[in-house]
């Protein structure tokens, strides 16, 4: 394919690695099978027959789930899989031009302006889908014609032909894809501008500037390249490009000096990790927005600089606004960041973190970043010179330039091994914090709720902090998350809510002081406050707050007007005036919570409803499956926990659920007991106690639990001689009086004992 541009050699081996630890081969495998299907499904010369009410349920009536539009967009079975041949998802249904709404069934279009549809009547429904069919087959027409090995004008020119074609259709999502099912060797699967275009820069290759269809001949000359090392279609070729690429961003020029004469701060944002921008006046602009958003946040930053720097020229602080504006709301994690001083560009950083503000910098207004690359080089073209934060996604040259010094400095890597997923429950406790920001683990005593709080606030930690699992990491490392080393790598705390624990010890209260013999009283910041200041100054990294017995504290009066701020929408938005420091406060989007409730002390129904919505909740049961086979003495457990809550859930009846047993109290480190003799103390000083308890001043009610032989005879009380090892054949009597399987018979301990019995060898 003359006149395209070729991949280079160490870019063609990040593929092929890539292609070697791919999960889903499979499915790739069978992609030229599922393209088969579609195509007889759609076939030109069926759309060309059909007319009026067939051909618009043919295209758009997702109804009976066979529609075109529906194939192309949700279809995820053995026949079809629409998310491997390039995702069009997102959006509404619009995108497609026309859509049936399930509500009253009438069909509808976008009516010309934002957030506006206009609804059809049939007859006009049928018009826009004949329409649509005469241009999906015009411009099907078009790429057949192609010839067979087409050069990069001829790609040109395809662009102009499908965009005379199709003059209401070239440029949507939905007949590139078609297009694509139809030609799968003749044009990409990217459905998009904007992914062609990363994909191309990162390849190496210089954009075209029109559409969708001039850069296909780029994709099919790479693909065809690739071939030549490995046979594989274009859908598992463009797959490949996603995990070498990665999605796409934006990159931004950040000025590094105030003004063409102003003194650097590049020495302060390389040594720190960050980039900054000046106005210092304004303060932090969280609370110049002041909870406004859109475009009434962006006028209070345009307000405050009118206020602030009162001489400037309003079509000067039009730009200043639109330059802050994007530091700190259009820029988002995983941006590109080129600092640069005028036309060199002095090193090159990914975006790691949310805005932030630091007092008494001259730029305080910054942002963490991780530099890739921290070797100067000078920018082809004078894109952005004038501005301090710019928006280079146009300039071509400009990214390309950046793309081939990052390949010079630093050599590809083959990606890092991503930690193992996590299991279930740690799972749900990090989906419920990414959610919510707090989650609290509720349930009867015993089940866990303390141990997999601490275990999850590990894990992510860990994740969050070093990119591994917690096992993968150095004793000191672990050491030093849990606050054990060095005081600023600490990103995990802990307290326990109680009856006399308030506001002042959790936010801030005032405390004594002495000064020069006199007694007074000073502010003092709290825990919750002193983890905010660790978050702010790590902001890349999540800090972890857990709050054991979230339940026996009065948490309305311990959090006071803080619940407002802890909703995450509001976090680092919003703040509020502290009440003893006066100090503005907002709480930062990497400070997560997570709080353990024991529900045999209170129900979650009677939590106040202000925190329930700000809080998600996992609810944790016993599982006696976690102790398998697992027996202390003969008394095998999982039966034993089982049965004991059958009787508490048959005799409390109300509430029972919260007032069950859980699993922990079998438990020693997570192992479960193997010994009886700590059995028969865990029974009399844990799991007796706790019955008792539950039916404090119903004696008869223990009776039913516990079953007459846990009684004396004569004082019907509890038969303490039961739990003290003299009387163990009572107590396993005792026991196999609620269910026979609970107890291992005599014969059958001692062959297990022996290893002879029905699986042991015969002896010689």
Known sequence: MSG???????????????????????????????????????????????????????????EGRDCLAYWLEFRDDEQFRAQLFGSIRGGSALKFGIYQRAEDGGWYQHGGEAATQRKLSLDEAISIAEQQRDQFLAAREVIAALPTNPDSEAYRRLQERIQKAAPDLFHLAFLHKYLFLQFPDRIDDYHSVDHQVHHLLQMGSRPPEEGLYSAAGLFVSAWQQLRERRPLGMPLFTH????????????????????NTGESQWAKMIRGSYVSVGWPALGDLHQVVAGRTGS??????????????????????GKETNQLWSFFQRIQEGDQIFAA?????????????????????????????????????ASPDRSGLQTTVYRLDNAYDVLLAGVRHLRRVKPPAPPPKPPPPLEKILGRIDEELR???????????????????????????????????????SEAQRSGLRGMGEKDAQRIWMCTFHPAYGYEEFVEGLRPQTVSGTLGFEPRPGLFRRVCASARKNPQQPHFLLIDEFNRGDVARIFGELLTLLELDKRGKVSIELPFSG???????????????????????????????????????PDPEVLATAQAGRVMLRPLLKKLNERLVQHLRHDARN????????????????????????????????LQEYCYDQPELLRQILGEKFLASSSREIWDELFTGTHDDALLTALESWDPSIIVSEARDADDASGEGEDAAEPS
């Open 4 to 62: 395209m541009a070729l991949l280079e050699s160490d870019y063609l081996d990040q593929l092929e690695q890539a292609a070697t630890r791919i999960p889903d081969a499979a499915e790739y495998a069978r992609a030229e099978a599922m393209i088969q299907s579609f195509q007889k499904r759609f076939p030109p010369d069926r759309l060309r027959r059909l007319e009026g009410m067939e051909l618009l349920e043919e295209l758009h009536g997702r």
């Open 240 to 259: 490949l490009l996603n995990t070498v690429n990665g999605t796409p961003f934006h990159t931004w020029r950040i000025g590094t000096r105030e003004g």
């Open 296 to 317: 009434d946040a962006k006028e209070a930053i345009r307000e405050a600089l009118a206020r602030h720097y009162p001489t400037t020229i309003p079509q000067q602080r």
């Open 341 to 377: 001083d005028g036309q060199t560009i002095l090193a090159i950083g990914r975006v790691k973190g949310p805005y932030y503000h630091v007092p008494g910098e001259v730029f305080p207004h910054q942002r963490s970043v991780e530099w890739l690359s921290q070797e100067s080089f």
């Open 435 to 473: 959610r919510k920001g707090q989650v609290v683990l509720y349930g009867p005593p015993g089940t866990g709720k303390t141990w997999h709080a601490l275990r999850a606030a590990e894990e992510l930690a860990a994740r969050g902090t070093f990119g591994r699992s917690k096992d993968e990491l």
């Open 583 to 621: 100090e503005r406060f907002t709480v930062p989007p990497n400070v997560l919570l997570i709080a353990t409730m024991n529900t045999a002390d209170r129900s979650i129904a009677l939590l106040d409803s202000a925190l329930r919505r700000r809080f998600g909740f996992i609810e944790l049961l």
């Open 659 to 690: 007032l069950q047993v859980g699993h922990s109290f079998f438990q020693r480190d997570g192992s479960p007991l193997s010994d009886f003799a700590d059995l028969r103390r865990v029974l009399r000083h844990e799991i007796v106690p706790l």
